[in-house]
Structure formats: structure tokens, C-alpha cells
């Protein structure tokens, strides 16, 4: 991620390439540039912190959930927000705010309960339901096939035959949802996955150990490459595939040699471990030792699948310092002097810096912020709409930002923002409210917030060409 980019070099082909496109043709028209489609603004969510666990098979994350002191609030995911159950209402007042797209996730365990092979009818008739709901209210579905739920029958990324059946899973899901979803994304922060569930062990399925960290990235590019291979083979016409990455500027917490060393060694891990083998790059030089005896012959290639889009999910900074434990560097607090939400710090420069960061070394392959949003202490106030002021400031300085990096040459099509709804926010339980939509998790009541009111009129004042793009069931 620390490329230097020659601007005046970029600049110059750029404006080569504009004049170029100007030439006159044969017939004495001008040629012009290729339209680029409207930017796409919508909400984020996932299967696993939304659903409850009603006709479904057991998930790594019920396990989790159901050994006590894993989630700090005592709180389990059965119930989640129901929107299995509820998804309708939920749509309702998405509809209502005018909210053009919805990126949610379909549960592995939903799909394939009790194993590999034929999948759930209920399961996939659910999916459909969701998808033809959306449609019908004007929402365009993007579907994420992993967001971080693993049946418990397919064991764990420590074992690389769990990309092939992921990719099974996948297959199945796109066979039944292809013919009116376009917009598919793979797998969701394989990096999240990796250390937080494999090397610190704070997320399912709880490991702590750099072996099992290292197998899991890996057999996550693995399954990144089937998986898009599954979804090309059975989308419709016109579909386009991509995968997501929590993306972040790393930082040392000093200047000394050894948090700059510290530093460099987990941007490896975070964001070049899955980003350079996926655009043909291979593993950094910096982890290639560690990750060579995982690699067998063709894996790179299977790997390197060229998405049709990258979506990047981004929230602060990471700042690294060294450590004397076995991995050698641990996370910093963030500077002092920088505003925090309950989960991150605000950092909208950081969004800039790391879109235009991802253009320069990968190229252009088109942009979507997938994740961006603020755990707040909204409280619900149920007697009127919550008044979020700060959610509503915090978005608009990001979506500054995001238009930044636009105005730089980045290849930004859209935004999502997370979430649609307050959550069951995996090892916080429900203690943190991301949400546009406030929900009491023991009553499942709902409540639309101030910001989901405003968010449309945030992202057409940074995004003047934003507008519905989406087709009609």
C-alpha cells in the first residue's frame, strides 16, 4: 500500500488517453468517452449478524456464541434481528427513505444444513423471496456468498478442501438468484477472518495460533478464486463478480525502527497477503517464506481471478507498534487527538488515502465502498425518530472524502453503508449501533433513525450522477 504514485506521468497519459478518445472518425463524427454507470448508493448488511438461527443447519458462530465469555454482553445470536423472519418491514422503511441498492449476505448453514451436496429448498426459497422483495420496492440485491458463517460440518480454513465446498455452496446459490442478481461479491474480509478468528482468536472459531492464521489466508484466496469461478459459470449475461477486503492505511505508533519494521509486516498480513495474489502479484515478499509451503502448483492462478470490481470496506486507520510476543507487533491506540466513535476513530482522510492508494498499485479495476459506518451510543428513544447528529456529520465527511479520491481518477461507483439495521455485532453482541435503523433486540422493534432520512440527500450532494440504478423483476 505504500507505492509512490508519479502524478505528473499518470497525468500525462490520462490526458494522451482523452485526446485519444477525441479524434475524429472515418465518418467525421467525434469519438466519445465510454458513459460509466450512475454511482450506486445503498445499505450493508449480513446473514450471520441478522438472521436468527430458525431453519438452518449449526454455524461456527453458534458454537462461538454458545461458550460463555465469548461475547461481551452475554448475548448469543439466535435471535439476531430476525430479518429472516422480518425482512419485509425492514425493506419498508428502506424503500421509504429512498434507498437505491442492498448488499446482504445468504448463510452457508441455510443453504447446506447437514452437508455437502443438494441444498435446502427452504433455504434458497428464502433468498429468493428477499431478492424478489427488493426488486419489487425498488432496491437493487447484491449478495455476498461468505460473510464470515461456516456450516459447522465443513470444518475450518485450517483445511483447504473448504474452498472447494464453498464453491460447491456458492454454485448452488447463484443457480437459484442468478437470473435477477448482477452484482455478486465472493467472500467478505478474509483478512478480519484470519486474525481476529485464527491468530488472536477473539471471533470464531477462536484459535490462536500464526500456523493456523497463515493456512487460513491462503485457503481464503483459495476459496475467493473457486468461488468466482462457480459464480462466471452460472450467473446470467451481464453480472459482474468481485470480492471485498477491509482496506486500511497502516501506520507505525512511532517512528522507531522496530514499529516501522512491526508496521510493514502486518500491511503485509491486513491488506497484501489478499490483495497482491489477487491481482497476479503473488504472496509479499515479506510473507512469501511463510506462505510458500501452503502454495501447491496452480494455486496462484486460481487465485488471481481478476474481479470485475473490488469492494473496499474501510472505517479508520491501524496503527502498529512492536511487541516482545511471538507474532512480533500488536495494534496501537489510535492518536489521541482524533475523535472515536465506540468501535473506531474518525479518519475520512484515511478513505482517500487508501482508494487512491488501492488505484495506483492495482490498476483500475472499479471501486465500490462496500462497509463504511459509526457505532454511536444512539439510545433508542422511541417516543420519535432518533436524532443522530453525529452519525449524519461523520457520513458526510466520509462521502467527502470518497468524492476526493473520485476527483483524483479513482474509479468510485458506489457506497454502501454499514448497516442497514443495529446488529448482532459478532463478539460485541449488541452492544454497538451501526445501524441507519434502530432495533430493541428483545422486542425486535423497529425504528428508523434521522440518518437513514438524510442519508440520499448526503450522497447526491457529494454525487450529483447518483441515482436508482436498478432494473425491474
Given amino acids: 500500500m505504500d507505492d509512490q504514485h508519479n502524478e505528473l506521468s499518470r497525468r500525462t497519459i490520462l490526458a494522451g488517453g482523452a485526446a485519444t478518445a477525441m479524434i475524429a472518425t472515418a465518418s467525421g463524427t467525434?469519438?466519445?468517452?465510454?458513459?460509466?454507470?450512475?454511482?450506486?448508493?445503498?445499505?450493508?448488511?449480513?446473514?450471520?449478524?441478522?438472521?436468527?438461527?430458525?431453519?438452518?443447519?449449526?454455524?461456527?458462530?453458534?458454537?462461538?456464541?454458545?461458550?460463555p465469555g465469548k461475547i461481551s454482553d452475554g448475548s448469543t445470536n439466535a435471535r439476531c434481528t430476525e430479518f429472516d423472519l422480518r425482512y419485509e418491514q425492514d425493506l419498508d422503511l428502506l424503500k421509504a427513505a429512498g434507498v437505491k441498492a442492498f448488499r446482504i449476505s445468504t448463510a452457508w448453514p441455510r443453504i447446506q444444513p447437514d452437508g455437502p451436496g443438494k441444498p435446502s429448498a427452504?433455504?434458497?426459497?428464502?433468498?429468493?423471496?428477499?431478492?424478489?422483495?427488493?426488486?419489487?420496492?425498488?432496491?437493487?440485491?447484491?449478495?455476498?456468498?461468505?460473510?464470515w458463517d461456516v456450516p459447522v460440518w465443513a470444518g475450518d480454513f485450517r483445511d483447504r478442501d473448504i474452498a472447494a465446498r464453498m464453491a460447491d455452496y456458492a454454485g448452488h446459490v447463484v443457480a437459484k438468484l442468478g437470473d435477477r442478481v448482477k452484482h455478486w461479491i465472493a467472500l467478505n474480509e478474509p483478512n478480519s477472518v484470519a486474525l481476529a478468528g485464527y491468530i488472536v482468536g477473539l471471533h470464531a472459531?477462536?484459535?490462536?495460533?500464526?500456523?493456523?492464521?497463515?493456512?487460513?489466508?491462503?485457503?481464503?484466496?483459495?476459496?475467493?478464486?473457486?468461488?468466482?469461478?462457480?459464480?462466471?459459470?452460472?450467473?446470467s449475461a451481464g453480472s459482474l463478480v468481485g470480492t471485498t477486503h477491509n482496506i486500511a492505511p497502516v501506520r507505525p505508533h512511532t517512528q522507531s525502527d522496530a514499529d516501522k519494521k512491526a508496521a510493514s509486516m502486518f500491511d503485509a498480513l491486513w491488506n497484501g497477503a489478499f490483495l497482491d495474489p489477487l491481482f497476479a502479484r503473488g504472496y509479499p515478499a515479506l510473507l512469501a517464506p511463510l506462505m510458500n509451503p501452503l502454495v501447491k502448483p496452480g494455486d496462484l492462478t486460481t487465485i488471481a481471478v481478476k474481479?470485475?470490481?473490488?469492494?473496499?470496506?474501510?472505517?479508520?486507520?491501524?496503527?502498529?507498534?512492536?511487541?516482545?510476543?511471538?507474532?512480533?507487533?500488536?495494534?496501537?491506540?489510535?492518536?489521541?487527538?482524533?475523535?472515536?466513535?465506540?468501535?473506531?476513530?474518525?479518519?475520512?482522510?484515511?478513505?482517500?488515502?487508501?482508494?487512491?492508494?488501492t488505484r495506483d498499485r492495482y490498476g483500475d479495476t472499479p471501486l465500490y465502498i462496500t462497509e463504511t459506518g459509526f457505532a454511536l451510543d444512539d439510545g433508542p428513544k422511541w417516543a420519535g425518530r432518533i436524532n443522530d447528529a453525529r452519525r449524519q456529520e461523520y457520513l458526510d465527511q466520509y462521502l467527502a472524502a470518497a468524492a476526493a479520491a473520485k476527483a483524483k481518477g479513482v474509479d468510485l461507483r458506489g457506497l454502501f453503508y454499514w448497516s442497514a439495521t443495529d446488529n448482532w455485532e459478532w463478539a460485541d453482541g449488541f452492544k454497538k449501533h451501526f445501524g441507519l435503523i434502530a432495533v430493541d433486540p428483545a422486542t425486535q422493534r423497529r425504528g428508523?433513525?434521522?440518518?437513514?432520512?438524510?442519508?440520499?440527500g448526503h450522497v447526491r450532494r457529494h454525487f450529483p450522477d447518483a441515482t436508482a440504478n436498478v432494473r425491474k423483476p
Fill in 307 to 357: 474481479p470485475d470490481f473490488l469492494g473496499v470496506n474501510y472505517y479508520q486507520r491501524i496503527y502498529i507498534k512492536a511487541d516482545a510476543g511471538p507474532a512480533g507487533l500488536a495494534l496501537a491506540d489510535s492518536p489521541a487527538n482524533l475523535e472515536k466513535t465506540a468501535s473506531f476513530a474518525v479518519e475520512p482522510d484515511g478513505l482517500t488515502e487508501v482508494l487512491v492508494a
Fill in 205 to 235: 472459531p477462536g484459535i490462536a495460533e500464526l500456523p493456523a492464521g497463515l493456512a487460513a489466508i491462503h485457503h481464503q484466496n483459495l476459496s475467493i478464486g473457486l468461488v468466482t469461478q462457480a459464480i462466471r459459470a452460472r450467473a
Fill in 122 to 147: 427452504a433455504g434458497l426459497d428464502l433468498y429468493s423471496k428477499m431478492v424478489d422483495a427488493m426488486l419489487a420496492r425498488g432496491i437493487d440485491p447484491w449478495v455476498t456468498l461468505f460473510h
Fill in 30 to 67: 467525434l469519438a466519445q468517452p465510454a458513459a460509466r454507470p450512475p454511482f450506486v448508493w445503498g445499505v450493508a448488511a449480513s446473514a450471520a449478524q441478522t438472521e436468527s438461527r430458525q431453519g438452518r443447519g449449526r454455524s461456527n458462530w453458534d458454537v462461538f456464541a454458545d461458550t
Fill in 448 to 456: 428508523a433513525k434521522r440518518s437513514l432520512a438524510t442519508y440520499g
